[in-house]
Protein backbone atom coordinates (compact mmCIF):
# COMPACT_ATOMS: atom_id res chain seq x y z
CA UNK A 1 0.00 0.00 0.00
CA UNK A 2 1.61 3.76 -0.98
CA UNK A 3 2.43 5.45 2.32
CA UNK A 4 0.35 9.08 2.44
CA UNK A 5 2.92 12.19 2.66
CA UNK A 6 0.72 13.58 4.78
CA UNK A 7 0.46 12.87 8.49
CA UNK A 8 -2.58 12.37 10.21
CA UNK A 9 -2.26 14.92 12.33
CA UNK A 10 -1.57 17.67 9.23
CA UNK A 11 -4.80 15.91 7.32
CA UNK A 12 -7.22 16.69 10.87
CA UNK A 13 -5.39 20.22 10.21
CA UNK A 14 -6.54 20.67 6.47
CA UNK A 15 -9.96 19.35 7.53
CA UNK A 16 -10.46 21.87 10.29
CA UNK A 17 -9.39 24.64 7.86
CA UNK A 18 -12.34 23.40 5.69
CA UNK A 19 -14.84 23.21 8.14
CA UNK A 20 -13.53 26.85 9.12
CA UNK A 21 -15.44 28.25 5.98
CA UNK A 22 -11.72 28.18 4.35
CA UNK A 23 -12.58 27.74 0.12
CA UNK A 24 -12.12 24.21 -1.41
CA UNK A 25 -10.36 25.79 -4.35
CA UNK A 26 -7.80 27.66 -1.64
CA UNK A 27 -7.62 24.29 0.11
CA UNK A 28 -6.36 22.36 -3.24
CA UNK A 29 -4.29 25.35 -4.24
CA UNK A 30 -2.30 25.80 -0.64
CA UNK A 31 -2.02 22.23 0.05
CA UNK A 32 -1.06 20.91 -3.13
CA UNK A 33 -3.86 17.58 -3.46
CA UNK A 34 -7.13 17.37 -5.63
CA UNK A 35 -10.85 18.31 -4.68
CA UNK A 36 -11.22 14.45 -4.90
CA UNK A 37 -8.35 14.23 -1.85
CA UNK A 38 -10.27 16.40 0.12
CA UNK A 39 -13.57 14.36 -0.28
CA UNK A 40 -11.78 11.43 0.55
CA UNK A 41 -10.38 13.05 3.50
CA UNK A 42 -13.26 14.87 5.03
CA UNK A 43 -15.38 11.00 4.42
CA UNK A 44 -12.74 8.91 6.42
CA UNK A 45 -11.52 10.94 8.96
CA UNK A 46 -14.11 14.13 9.07
CA UNK A 47 -15.26 15.07 13.01
CA UNK A 48 -12.31 13.04 14.41
CA UNK A 49 -9.60 14.35 16.41
CA UNK A 50 -5.37 13.81 16.33
CA UNK A 51 -5.46 10.97 18.50
CA UNK A 52 -8.53 9.44 16.98
CA UNK A 53 -7.04 9.62 13.26
CA UNK A 54 -4.26 7.58 14.32
CA UNK A 55 -5.80 4.97 16.32
CA UNK A 56 -8.02 4.55 12.98
CA UNK A 57 -4.77 4.56 11.34
CA UNK A 58 -3.45 1.66 13.28
CA UNK A 59 -6.46 -0.57 13.41
CA UNK A 60 -6.41 -0.45 9.59
CA UNK A 61 -2.77 -1.54 9.43
CA UNK A 62 -3.63 -3.91 12.41
CA UNK A 63 -6.64 -5.55 10.15
CA UNK A 64 -4.22 -5.67 6.47
CA UNK A 65 -1.45 -7.72 8.65
CA UNK A 66 -4.60 -9.88 10.00
CA UNK A 67 -5.80 -10.34 6.22
CA UNK A 68 -1.80 -11.16 5.31
CA UNK A 69 -1.85 -13.89 8.40
CA UNK A 70 -4.73 -15.28 7.15
CA UNK A 71 -3.97 -15.47 4.06
CA UNK A 72 -0.47 -17.26 4.54
CA UNK A 73 -1.79 -19.26 6.79
CA UNK A 74 -4.40 -20.73 3.84
CA UNK A 75 -1.64 -21.29 1.43
CA UNK A 76 0.08 -22.81 4.14
CA UNK A 77 -2.34 -25.43 4.99
CA UNK A 78 -2.57 -26.17 1.31
CA UNK A 79 0.62 -26.89 0.79
CA UNK A 80 0.92 -29.17 3.93
CA UNK A 81 -1.82 -31.15 2.46
CA UNK A 82 -0.05 -31.65 -0.88
CA UNK A 83 3.04 -32.78 1.20
CA UNK A 84 1.26 -35.38 3.74
CA UNK A 85 2.26 -38.77 2.83
CA UNK A 86 5.06 -37.98 1.30
CA UNK A 87 8.87 -38.82 2.15
CA UNK A 88 11.33 -36.44 1.16
CA UNK A 89 14.83 -37.21 1.72
CA UNK A 90 17.19 -36.20 -0.88
CA UNK A 91 17.26 -32.52 -2.47
CA UNK A 92 16.14 -33.16 -5.46
CA UNK A 93 12.61 -34.48 -4.24
CA UNK A 94 12.67 -31.24 -1.66
CA UNK A 95 13.20 -29.02 -5.40
CA UNK A 96 10.31 -30.68 -6.86
CA UNK A 97 8.06 -30.39 -4.26
CA UNK A 98 8.97 -26.39 -3.68
CA UNK A 99 8.07 -26.00 -7.79
CA UNK A 100 4.80 -28.24 -7.13
CA UNK A 101 3.79 -25.44 -4.13
CA UNK A 102 4.76 -22.78 -6.95
CA UNK A 103 2.65 -23.83 -9.62
CA UNK A 104 -0.24 -25.49 -7.75
CA UNK A 105 -0.71 -22.78 -5.03
CA UNK A 106 0.75 -19.70 -7.17
CA UNK A 107 3.73 -18.73 -4.68
CA UNK A 108 6.52 -17.26 -5.35
CA UNK A 109 9.85 -19.50 -4.50
CA UNK A 110 10.42 -17.24 -1.42
CA UNK A 111 7.06 -18.13 -0.03
CA UNK A 112 7.35 -22.26 -1.25
CA UNK A 113 10.41 -22.67 0.64
CA UNK A 114 9.07 -20.57 3.74
CA UNK A 115 5.90 -23.23 3.77
CA UNK A 116 7.69 -26.57 3.03
CA UNK A 117 10.42 -25.58 5.43
CA UNK A 118 13.10 -25.89 2.60
CA UNK A 119 16.53 -23.68 2.34
CA UNK A 120 16.19 -21.21 -0.67
CA UNK A 121 20.22 -22.16 -1.18
CA UNK A 122 19.08 -25.80 -1.32
CA UNK A 123 16.61 -25.00 -3.63
CA UNK A 124 18.59 -22.69 -6.28
CA UNK A 125 21.91 -25.31 -5.85
CA UNK A 126 23.54 -26.39 -9.22
CA UNK A 127 25.75 -29.41 -8.56
CA UNK A 128 28.71 -28.41 -10.11
CA UNK A 129 30.21 -32.54 -9.68
CA UNK A 130 30.93 -34.40 -12.37
CA UNK A 131 30.24 -38.09 -11.98
CA UNK A 132 30.02 -39.83 -14.69
CA UNK A 133 33.04 -41.08 -14.79
CA UNK A 134 32.66 -42.37 -11.66
CA UNK A 135 29.56 -44.21 -12.16
CA UNK A 136 31.05 -46.00 -15.34
CA UNK A 137 33.71 -47.37 -12.74
CA UNK A 138 30.92 -48.46 -10.61
CA UNK A 139 29.26 -50.20 -13.72
CA UNK A 140 32.54 -52.14 -14.68
CA UNK A 141 33.26 -53.16 -11.69
CA UNK A 142 29.92 -54.19 -10.41
CA UNK A 143 29.83 -56.01 -13.62
CA UNK A 144 33.13 -58.15 -12.57
CA UNK A 145 32.02 -58.47 -8.93
CA UNK A 146 28.37 -58.59 -9.45
CA UNK A 147 27.35 -60.14 -5.57
CA UNK A 148 30.10 -56.90 -4.31
CA UNK A 149 27.95 -53.85 -2.56
CA UNK A 150 28.99 -50.13 -2.58
CA UNK A 151 30.63 -50.67 0.40
CA UNK A 152 33.23 -53.32 -0.30
CA UNK A 153 33.89 -51.20 -3.84
CA UNK A 154 34.47 -48.18 -2.05
CA UNK A 155 37.42 -50.01 -0.82
CA UNK A 156 38.67 -50.95 -4.33
CA UNK A 157 37.99 -47.85 -5.79
CA UNK A 158 40.50 -46.20 -2.92
CA UNK A 159 42.87 -49.28 -3.26
CA UNK A 160 42.85 -48.09 -6.75
CA UNK A 161 44.05 -44.74 -5.78
CA UNK A 162 41.04 -42.81 -6.57
CA UNK A 163 40.18 -40.33 -3.88
CA UNK A 164 36.52 -40.31 -3.45
CA UNK A 165 33.98 -40.21 -0.35
CA UNK A 166 32.12 -43.32 0.63
CA UNK A 167 28.78 -41.39 0.67
CA UNK A 168 29.43 -40.20 -2.67
CA UNK A 169 29.85 -43.63 -4.04
CA UNK A 170 26.79 -44.88 -2.58
CA UNK A 171 24.92 -41.96 -4.13
CA UNK A 172 26.35 -43.01 -7.61
CA UNK A 173 26.01 -46.50 -7.15
CA UNK A 174 21.91 -45.94 -6.09
CA UNK A 175 21.40 -43.13 -9.45
CA UNK A 176 23.13 -46.20 -11.81
CA UNK A 177 20.49 -48.28 -10.87
CA UNK A 178 23.21 -50.96 -8.95
CA UNK A 179 22.57 -53.50 -6.22
CA UNK A 180 22.86 -56.88 -5.22
CA UNK A 181 20.34 -59.09 -5.13
CA UNK A 182 19.52 -60.43 -1.92
CA UNK A 183 19.27 -64.37 -1.47
CA UNK A 184 17.06 -65.94 0.86
CA UNK A 185 19.26 -67.99 3.99
CA UNK A 186 17.80 -70.29 6.00
CA UNK A 187 18.61 -68.78 9.68
CA UNK A 188 18.09 -71.02 13.01
CA UNK A 189 18.31 -69.63 16.34
CA UNK A 190 20.40 -71.40 18.00
CA UNK A 191 22.70 -70.52 21.12
CA UNK A 192 25.61 -69.07 20.81
CA UNK A 193 28.67 -70.42 22.71
CA UNK A 194 31.52 -68.85 23.02
CA UNK A 195 34.84 -69.79 22.07
CA UNK A 196 38.39 -69.05 23.46
CA UNK A 197 39.42 -65.46 21.41
CA UNK A 198 42.96 -65.86 19.54
CA UNK A 199 46.01 -63.41 19.60
CA UNK A 200 47.81 -64.07 16.71
CA UNK A 201 48.15 -65.62 13.66
CA UNK A 202 48.36 -69.56 12.66
CA UNK A 203 46.85 -70.52 16.36
CA UNK A 204 43.66 -71.79 14.99
CA UNK A 205 42.56 -73.10 11.69
CA UNK A 206 38.68 -74.26 10.80
CA UNK A 207 37.57 -76.74 7.79
CA UNK A 208 34.64 -77.95 6.29
CA UNK A 209 32.97 -79.76 3.48
CA UNK A 210 30.91 -77.94 0.24
CA UNK A 211 29.33 -79.59 -2.32
CA UNK A 212 28.11 -78.65 -6.01
CA UNK A 213 27.70 -79.96 -9.19
CA UNK A 214 29.39 -79.73 -12.85
CA UNK A 215 27.33 -78.87 -15.71
CA UNK A 216 26.43 -82.72 -16.76
CA UNK A 217 25.21 -82.82 -13.13
CA UNK A 218 27.76 -84.98 -11.23
CA UNK A 219 28.44 -83.68 -7.97
CA UNK A 220 31.61 -82.60 -6.34
CA UNK A 221 33.25 -81.94 -2.78
CA UNK A 222 35.53 -78.66 -1.62
CA UNK A 223 37.31 -79.30 1.34
CA UNK A 224 37.76 -74.91 2.54
CA UNK A 225 40.48 -74.47 5.29
CA UNK A 226 40.18 -71.18 6.70
CA UNK A 227 42.51 -69.52 9.48
CA UNK A 228 40.68 -67.84 12.14
CA UNK A 229 42.49 -64.80 12.43
CA UNK A 230 43.39 -63.38 9.77
CA UNK A 231 40.11 -65.22 7.86
CA UNK A 232 42.80 -66.27 5.07
CA UNK A 233 41.78 -69.28 2.64
CA UNK A 234 44.15 -71.92 3.42
CA UNK A 235 43.72 -74.42 0.42
CA UNK A 236 40.45 -75.49 -1.45
CA UNK A 237 40.50 -78.64 -2.37
CA UNK A 238 38.28 -79.73 -5.44
CA UNK A 239 37.35 -83.68 -5.55
CA UNK A 240 34.75 -86.05 -6.47
CA UNK A 241 35.95 -87.43 -3.63
CA UNK A 242 37.41 -86.59 -0.49
CA UNK A 243 38.25 -89.05 2.20
CA UNK A 244 40.41 -88.55 5.12
CA UNK A 245 43.65 -89.38 3.07
CA UNK A 246 42.68 -86.19 0.89
CA UNK A 247 42.19 -84.13 3.80
CA UNK A 248 45.66 -85.44 5.31
CA UNK A 249 47.44 -84.55 2.31
CA UNK A 250 45.67 -81.03 1.89
CA UNK A 251 46.25 -80.40 5.08
CA UNK A 252 50.17 -81.66 5.27
CA UNK A 253 50.28 -79.03 2.06
CA UNK A 254 49.19 -76.12 3.89
CA UNK A 255 51.29 -76.92 6.77
CA UNK A 256 55.04 -77.37 5.03
CA UNK A 257 54.73 -73.33 4.09
CA UNK A 258 53.71 -72.07 7.93
CA UNK A 259 53.76 -74.89 10.02
CA UNK A 260 50.93 -76.52 11.83
CA UNK A 261 47.74 -74.98 14.41
CA UNK A 262 47.50 -76.00 17.48
CA UNK A 263 43.37 -76.29 17.04
CA UNK A 264 41.34 -77.40 14.13
CA UNK A 265 37.78 -76.17 14.14
CA UNK A 266 35.32 -79.15 12.63
CA UNK A 267 32.33 -80.88 12.32
CA UNK A 268 31.42 -84.31 13.19
CA UNK A 269 31.21 -85.75 9.17
CA UNK A 270 33.00 -89.35 9.02
CA UNK A 271 35.96 -88.32 7.27
CA UNK A 272 37.07 -85.51 10.51
CA UNK A 273 36.08 -88.34 12.99
CA UNK A 274 38.20 -91.09 11.25
CA UNK A 275 40.98 -92.82 12.92
CA UNK A 276 43.31 -91.55 10.32
CA UNK A 277 42.61 -87.84 11.04
CA UNK A 278 43.08 -88.61 14.42
CA UNK A 279 46.40 -90.40 14.12
CA UNK A 280 48.10 -87.20 12.34
CA UNK A 281 46.43 -84.72 14.71
CA UNK A 282 47.94 -86.84 17.44
CA UNK A 283 50.97 -87.38 15.81
CA UNK A 284 51.84 -83.35 15.14
CA UNK A 285 50.14 -82.35 18.33
CA UNK A 286 46.86 -80.95 16.92
CA UNK A 287 43.81 -80.91 18.79
CA UNK A 288 40.61 -81.50 16.80
CA UNK A 289 37.33 -79.06 18.11
CA UNK A 290 34.64 -81.23 17.46
CA UNK A 291 31.36 -78.59 17.53
CA UNK A 292 27.90 -79.74 19.41
CA UNK A 293 26.22 -82.26 16.28
CA UNK A 294 23.69 -79.86 14.51
CA UNK A 295 25.29 -76.77 16.33
CA UNK A 296 27.27 -74.54 13.12
CA UNK A 297 27.24 -71.27 14.24
CA UNK A 298 29.76 -73.36 16.12
CA UNK A 299 32.13 -73.29 13.44
CA UNK A 300 30.72 -69.43 12.67
CA UNK A 301 34.14 -68.71 10.88
CA UNK A 302 33.73 -71.60 8.06
CA UNK A 303 30.23 -71.11 7.73
CA UNK A 304 30.69 -67.44 7.00
CA UNK A 305 33.34 -68.35 4.43
CA UNK A 306 31.54 -70.44 2.90
CA UNK A 307 28.69 -68.60 2.46
CA UNK A 308 30.81 -66.28 0.86
CA UNK A 309 32.14 -68.93 -1.45
CA UNK A 310 28.58 -70.40 -2.85
CA UNK A 311 27.37 -66.58 -3.07
CA UNK A 312 30.49 -64.86 -4.34
CA UNK A 313 32.40 -68.38 -7.01
CA UNK A 314 29.61 -70.98 -6.82
CA UNK A 315 26.72 -69.49 -7.69
CA UNK A 316 27.77 -67.31 -10.35
CA UNK A 317 30.13 -69.88 -12.16
CA UNK A 318 29.20 -72.45 -14.75
CA UNK A 319 31.64 -75.41 -13.83
CA UNK A 320 31.93 -77.61 -17.66
CA UNK A 321 34.71 -80.54 -15.98
CA UNK A 322 36.07 -80.87 -12.50
CA UNK A 323 39.32 -78.92 -13.88
CA UNK A 324 37.39 -76.23 -14.96
CA UNK A 325 36.00 -76.20 -11.16
CA UNK A 326 39.85 -76.35 -9.93
CA UNK A 327 41.32 -73.47 -11.62
CA UNK A 328 37.93 -71.49 -11.32
CA UNK A 329 37.81 -71.71 -7.42
CA UNK A 330 42.00 -71.51 -7.34
CA UNK A 331 41.62 -68.41 -8.63
CA UNK A 332 38.69 -66.91 -6.72
CA UNK A 333 40.88 -67.88 -3.72
CA UNK A 334 43.71 -65.66 -4.61
CA UNK A 335 41.51 -63.12 -5.16
CA UNK A 336 39.61 -63.56 -1.62
CA UNK A 337 42.90 -63.29 -0.27
CA UNK A 338 44.68 -60.57 -1.99
CA UNK A 339 41.69 -58.46 -3.25
CA UNK A 340 38.68 -58.91 -1.53
CA UNK A 341 38.62 -56.24 1.36
CA UNK A 342 36.89 -57.97 4.70
CA UNK A 343 34.81 -55.65 7.26
CA UNK A 344 36.48 -57.12 10.18
CA UNK A 345 39.60 -56.46 9.40
CA UNK A 346 39.40 -53.08 8.88
CA UNK A 347 38.53 -53.33 5.13
CA UNK A 348 42.17 -54.85 4.45
CA UNK A 349 42.31 -58.13 2.16
CA UNK A 350 43.72 -61.15 4.93
CA UNK A 351 47.03 -61.12 3.08
CA UNK A 352 47.25 -57.20 3.88
CA UNK A 353 45.86 -58.39 7.47
CA UNK A 354 48.89 -61.05 7.88
CA UNK A 355 51.45 -57.88 6.94
CA UNK A 356 49.52 -55.83 9.24
CA UNK A 357 49.96 -58.63 12.25
CA UNK A 358 54.15 -59.24 11.11
CA UNK A 359 54.90 -55.28 11.51
CA UNK A 360 52.69 -55.26 14.48
CA UNK A 361 55.04 -58.03 15.82
CA UNK A 362 57.92 -57.20 14.81
CA UNK A 363 57.38 -53.47 16.34
CA UNK A 364 56.73 -54.93 19.48
CA UNK A 365 60.43 -56.83 19.17
CA UNK A 366 62.24 -54.09 18.19
Known sequence: MKKSRFTEAQIVAVLHEWDAGAKTADL????????????????????????????????EEENRQLKR?????????????????????????????????MESAGLSERQACRYTGFARSSQRYQSTKDDAALGERLRTLAILRPRWGYRRLYRLLRREGLRVNRKRVQRVYREAGLHVRQRPRKRVALERVPKLAISGANQRWSMD???????????????????????????????????????IAALDRVARSRGYAPSIVCDNGPEFHSEALDQWADHHGITLAFIEPGRPVQNAFIESFNGRFRDECLNEHWFLDLADAKATIEAWRLDYNTVRPHGQLGGRTPDEYVAYLQDQLHAVHS
Open 28 to 59: VRRHGVTEQTLYRWKKKYGGLQVSEAKRLKAL
Open 69 to 101: LVADQALNLQVVKDLLGKKLVTPEQRRTVVEHA
Open 209 to 247: FVSDALADGRRFRNLTVVEDATRECLVIEVERSLPAERV
